[in-house]
Nanobody
Framework: QVQLVESGGGSVQAGGSLRLSCEGS?????????RGWFRQAPGKEREGVAT???????IYADSVKGRFTISQVNAKSTLYLQMNSLKPEDTAMYYC?????????????????????WGQGTQVTVYS
């Protein structure tokens, strides 16, 4: 497992932006791990937001397409989630996670239980 630490959450008015960061332990993480952002709102199941593979291939949930962008700085093993045009329904605890695949490529279908490493989460609150 790798250690992941998120930051960047906060409270923002609807329509605003936030950028989340996730620091991973060790440069090797981007070469061998599929990484992603997930979120969980109170009373709801954890859901996938976006994933990125070592080749840069990204997958987004329909609810965030066109508004969120996942990216990574490979040399620093840092993962980002740029969130624009935020809506109240985006309010949740956001987690970054890593799935070891060896190649760093993400499977075509990923679910939270597939990911073995998780950060502690960072709260995002969007008010209208």
């Amino acid at each position: 497992q790798v250690q992941l630490v998120e930051s960047g959450g906060g409270s923002v008015q609807a329509g605003g932006s936030l950028r989340l960061s996730c620091e991973g332990s060790g440069y090797i993480i981007y070469r061998t791990y599929c990484r992603g952002w997930f979120r969980q709102a109170p009373g709801k199941e954890r859901e996938g937001v976006a994933t990125i593979g070592s080749d840069g291939t990204t997958i987004y949930a329909d609810s965030v397409k066109g508004r969120f962008t996942i990216s990574q700085v490979n040399a620093k093993s840092t993962l980002y989630l740029q969130m624009n045009s935020l809506k109240p329904e985006d309010t949740a605890m956001y987690y970054c996670a890593a799935l070891w695949t060896g190649s760093g490529l993400c499977p075509s279908i990923v679910r939270p239980p597939h990911f073995g490493s998780w950060g502690q989460g960072t709260q995002v609150t969007v008010y209208s």
